[in-house]
């Protein structure tokens, strides 16, 4: 087992980057790719260029010292304007039934009987996208934030499992010199056990921090696209996908939070003594409930401070907020108690 993972460890399974070689990734190995063929539509790292080279001699290869954004932006200019269904079709209507960007076929297929379907071009010269546009800044600024804490907790965790994984090495230890020579069996099937859920486990943080990486990625470049003085059309699917990326960054969010701070326990088989013959092991290992650790004595300040009356014409008594929060497009909703209601708030 303990081979298995620095044989991961050597294939750069631990490291992320913006471009992966084609090759490589076709054989389960994760190499960045600095070599990109614009005939092949395929990157190679430093190994896989070399072959690329002498079996291909006439397609022309740029690296990706020739610019910062070389490969990467062209990509993503082209892909954003792809639907994500009909892969090859452009983007080139936006159906508000259904809150969805259309290509032809989609309109075809699942859209015909929709009444409010326009074309990209007239619905972004609309009001709604300027006013949208703010929102989505402020809340892929927001979930970047929260994606990069969850990535730092995500390396605590690491380090906060290994921490327990050596203590119950430890604890099987002790047990183990309480008992007689048929002991050697019986600890090497509880460690088997304890090192095949800190695998597990140490593998799904990882792989939680880097579907939060890829989507501080996309973020970052989707931001960085609406800041742009680019076509209308494509500031609208820029924004679009932008909205869409945000919720896909809560929903990360809320199944990671789920298991934060996961940790594992060893249970000892007290009875082991008298009855080791027929055990099969030391003891159980258990996943322990997620630990999150928050300071009392923690001081809050408050920078600024606004007053604002939020009462309706439909309410029968004086409000009392008693709860709010934010959206992933950055708007504010508050909980009402005494009118039972929950309201929006708006830009006046």
Request: charged letters at 30%; one cysteine or more; glycine letters at 4%.
């Amino acid at each position: 087992m303990a081979s298995n993972l620095n044989t991961s460890q050597q294939k750069g399974s631990d490291v992320f980057y913006d471009v992966c070689c084609s090759v490589c990734e076709e054989d389960g190995k994760h190499n960045e790719g600095l070599f990109h063929c614009k005939i092949c539509f395929k990157t190679y790292c430093d190994e896989c260029v070399k072959m690329h080279k002498k079996l291909l001699k006439d397609h022309a290869v740029s690296a990706k010292s020739d610019g910062e954004s070389w490969y990467v932006a062209n990509k993503v200019d082209d892909i954003i304007e792809l639907c994500e269904e009909h892969t090859t079709e452009r983007l080139t209507m936006f159906c508000e039934d259904h809150e969805q960007l259309l290509c032809h076929l989609c309109l075809l297929l699942k859209h015909r009987q929709c009444s409010k379907v326009f074309a990209l071009a007239e619905q972004a010269k609309s009001n709604s996208q300027r006013i949208a546009l703010v929102h989505v800044t402020k809340g892929i600024e927001m979930s970047q934030k929260r994606l990069k804490d969850m990535v730092d907790r995500g390396k605590d965790n690491i380090k906060s499992l290994k921490a327990s994984y050596e203590q119950i090495c430890e604890e099987i230890l002790d047990e183990r010199r309480q008992i007689n020579e048929n002991l050697d069996r019986l600890q090497q099937n509880t460690i088997r056990e304890l090192e095949s859920i800190h695998e597990r486990l140490n593998n799904s943080i990882e792989d939680d921090t880097k579907r939060c990486l890829e989507c501080i990625s996309k973020l970052k470049i989707y931001g960085a696209k609406l800041k742009d003085n680019i076509l209308p059309e494509r500031t609208f699917i820029t924004l679009r996908k932008c909205i869409d990326q945000t919720a896909a960054a809560d929903s990360l969010l809320k199944s990671m939070i789920k298991n934060d701070g996961t940790d594992i326990k060893f249970q000892p088989n007290r009875e082991l003594i008298q009855c080791h013959a027929d055990c099969t092991d030391l003891g159980k290992i258990i996943i322990g409930d997620p630990q999150h650790n928050v300071d009392p004595n923690k001081i809050v300040s408050i920078e600024d401070k606004s007053e604002y009356n939020v009462r309706t014409a439909t309410d029968k008594y004086t409000c009392s907020i008693t709860g709010i929060c934010t959206t992933s497009n950055g708007d504010h909703v508050i909980a009402d108690c005494y009118n039972d209601c929950v309201k929006l708030l708006n830009q006046a």
